[in-house]
């Protein structure tokens, strides 16, 4: 194995790699930064372009696009509270308190060198034990499923701030939202109010564009014409060796969080990046300090997103089962190079594996020195007047929302996400809750009514299986240490 790494290596650092590679993943990073242009979406515009490409070359450009993608979220999540991917909805929690505070750059160095850690890990992983990550992954059905969306879901409390009513308030929208469309067990249509656009449900894109983006500008144009001075002083200054010290425990352990969670397919990076962030709240000694600015919390949420990288290709590689949605895009492309995921391609591709291998080090590398580089010209978006950026940002996101699916519908349901986010505001109700439930509900619900029909009616899958059972347990430990701790507080 060590000699097919090697080979790898030397393959990443020639001239016909190399330059693609940092290629993916500066595009990557900027198409990650633009609101509603996610990694998948980077990698499905890219894919086409690598169909003249040597496989090699081809499959390190997209997971450069990957891994950049990822990250680029966390820009313009740290910068303008907009996360440019799902899975930088919980970035900003804290990293746009920082630069509320001024400490910008900080916030910025800290999401790339915690992305680092959980790429790097996540790949480390994948490259030590991915057969027996694979194995595992596979023990997962509807049940399992189920109580992991449910374990999920119990991180509403847990990111509803002052108020646990006014969290579960938000979450209980969400969830009623995520039932829009048609049933995913009898097909029915459901609250479509006779609307075609419905019928495939609400797209979460438009709805983060909304809930974080517009209302986002809405408040910033409310502050414009009034005398309350927010602006903060701007300091260029990094991560310190002391930040550096109090984040690694946690960027460790998020990374491994993220990548075993990136091996279950059908988990992404967006409920990794929330599920890390709700174990560095518990764990904390100081836990009503996240959601104002504590640097564990951006980098749990960044290194358990970034975890997901490696993980993801963990099913993909071994059994030809993606993890996630640009997981599956990749599966395409190395159909298209005319590869057959699975333990074949092991034994018949080595090249290609341990290429990719290699490559992914490089790439989390690269990410990492382009990430910290960039960070005195990524400042400067703090920098321009409001007046300016707020058009800016509602540009983006319309584009951003009309994107998807090059449907004004979005743009429609964007605008009135973004409405609702700016009351929701005024009323002090997280609006991170809708998000998570619009994400996991479907999950829960279907995966749900799937295990009730394998069970005959019967919910004896909560405690006959393991897994599903300790993932109950984890929900229930969850919640109760929230409440434990809401009531310590006051």
Not at 469 to 489: D, E, P, Q
């Amino acid at each position: 194995m060590i000699d097919h790494l090697l080979v790898g290596l030397g393959a990443a650092f020639s001239l016909a790699i190399f330059p693609v590679l940092i290629f993916g993943v500066l595009g990557g990073i900027i198409l990650g930064a633009l609101p509603g242009l996610t990694a998948t979406m980077g990698v499905a515009i890219l894919l086409p372009f690598t169909f003249g490409m040597e496989a090699t070359a081809a499959m390190v450009m997209l997971i450069g696009v990957y891994i950049g993608g990822i990250f680029g979220g966390s820009i313009s999540a740290i910068l303008l509270k907009t996360p440019g991917t799902p899975a930088s909805a919980a970035t900003v929690l804290d990293g746009y308190s920082l630069t509320e505070k001024g400490e910008a750059a900080r916030a910025l160095s800290i999401a790339a060198v915690a992305s680092f850690v959980g790429g790097l890990i996540s790949t480390l992983v994948l490259i030590a034990i991915a057969p027996m990550l694979a194995e595992f992954a596979l023990r997962f059905n509807a049940p399992e499923y189920f109580a992991l969306a449910l374990f999920g879901l119990t991180i509403i409390a847990s990111v509803s701030s002052k108020s646990i009513l006014k969290g579960l308030l938000a979450g209980t929208i969400g969830l009623l939202i995520s039932t829009v469309g048609l049933d995913p067990i009898s097909s029915v249509p459901r609250f479509t109010f006779g609307v075609m656009d419905l019928y495939n449900g609400i797209n979460v894109i438009p709805v983060l564009i909304g809930l974080f983006a517009i209302s986002e500008a809405l408040n910033q144009l409310e502050k414009l014409h009034s005398k309350e001075k927010v602006a903060a002083k701007f300091s260029n200054k990094l991560m310190s060796l002391k930040d550096l010290k109090n984040i690694l425990p946690t960027s460790i352990k998020s990374a491994l969080f993220g990548t075993s969670i990136g091996a279950v397919p059908g988990a992404g990076a967006d409920i990794s990046a929330f599920v890390c962030y709700n174990e560095a709240k518990r764990v904390s000694k100081n836990p009503d300090e996240f959601g104002k600015g504590d640097i564990k919390g951006l980098a749990a949420a960044e290194a358990g997103n970034n975890g997901v990288t490696g993980g993801s290709l963990v099913p993909l590689l071994t059994l030809g089962v993606p993890g996630d949605a640009v997981a599956a895009v990749l599966l395409g492309a190395l159909i298209v190079q005319g590869l057959t995921p699975g333990p074949l391609l092991f034994t018949q591709n080595p090249e290609i594996v341990y290429g990719i291998f290699s490559s992914m080090l490089v790439a989390n590398i690269a990410m990492l020195l382009i990430g910290l580089l960039g960070i005195r010209f990524f400042c400067q978006i703090s920098k321009v007047p409001k007046s300016l950026m707020i058009p800016i940002i509602i540009f983006l996101s319309i584009v951003g929302a009309y994107a998807i699916n090059n449907s004004m519908f979005d743009v429609g349901i964007a605008i009135t996400f973004g409405v609702l986010g700016f009351i929701l505001n005024k009323l002090e109700v997280p609006t991170s809750p809708i998000l998570l439930a619009i994400i996991l509900g479907p999950m829960a619900e279907s995966n749900l009514r799937k295990s009730l029909l394998m069970f005959e009616g019967s919910w004896s899958f909560l405690y006959e299986r393991p897994i599903a059972l300790a993932f109950i347990l984890l929900a229930v430990f969850s919640l109760w240490s929230t409440i434990r701790r809401h009531r310590k507080h006051r």
